[in-house]
Every structure is written in structure tokens, then in C-alpha cells.
Nanobody
Framework: QVQFVESGGGLVQPGGSLRLSCTVS???????MAWYRQAPGSQRELVAH????????YYADSVKDRFTISRDNAKNTMYLQMTTLKPEDTAVYYC????????WGQGTQVTVAS
């Protein structure tokens, strides 16, 4: 059974940066991977996704030009570099397969506040 372990979240001031990591135990290098987030009182939303070989990426308009998704298939790990963070980026961030998501991990909390 695949497991996703997200890490790297924390409290950061507006304008700051964080780098999230997602380590996958299970199928990784053949799957499109994605980052999602869920803010309090809101539905989970897609933030970004990356193709199996890392050649194609997609970003939600709200994070475009601020976030960068990447992956290291040798390490079964995906990353999300977040810059110029805003209070509205506050959420729990999750990783999963883009197509046919599996059981969700615990996520990592990102809080942007002064």
C-alpha cells in the first residue's frame, strides 16, 4: 500500500519561503504527482502537478510564478519550493497521485502570518 509522507511546513512571515518534501513508499517514478492544499473551512484544492519524468508542470493561477514543483525519482521524493508566501497560502499541504489518488497522508501545515 502506497504511503505519502509530507514534511517541511511551518510558520513563516509573509514574503518568506518554505520548501516542502513528499516522500513516497510505493509506485512513484511512473506516476504524475501533485501537491494539494486544504485551508480551514475550504475544500482541498490542486496546487501543482508534475509529469512522471518531471518535464511538464502545471500550477494553479494563485501560485504561479511563486511556487516551483520538482521531483527526484531516484529518491522517490517530490518537492514544492514556495516563495513570496502570502497569508492566503496558509493550509495543510498534501501530496498524492494526480490521477486516481491513493489514501491521503497526514499533510504538513503551512502557516503564513506576521
Amino acid at each position: 500500500q502506497v504511503q505519502f509522507v509530507e514534511s517541511g511546513g511551518g510558520l513563516v512571515q509573509p514574503g518568506g519561503s518554505l520548501r516542502l518534501s513528499c516522500t513516497v513508499s510505493g509506485i512513484f517514478d511512473s506516476r504524475i504527482m501533485a501537491w494539494y492544499r486544504q485551508a480551514p473551512g475550504s475544500q482541498r484544492e490542486l496546487v501543482a502537478h508534475i509529469s512522471a519524468l518531471g518535464r511538464t508542470t502545471y500550477y494553479a493561477d494563485s501560485v504561479k510564478d511563486r511556487f516551483t514543483i520538482s521531483r527526484d525519482n531516484a529518491k522517490n521524493t517530490m518537492y514544492l519550493q514556495m516563495t513570496t508566501l502570502k497569508p492566503e497560502d496558509t493550509a495543510v499541504y498534501y501530496c498524492n497521485y494526480k490521477i486516481r489518488p491513493a489514501t491521503w497522508g497526514q499533510g504538513t501545515q503551512v502557516t503564513v502570518a506576521s
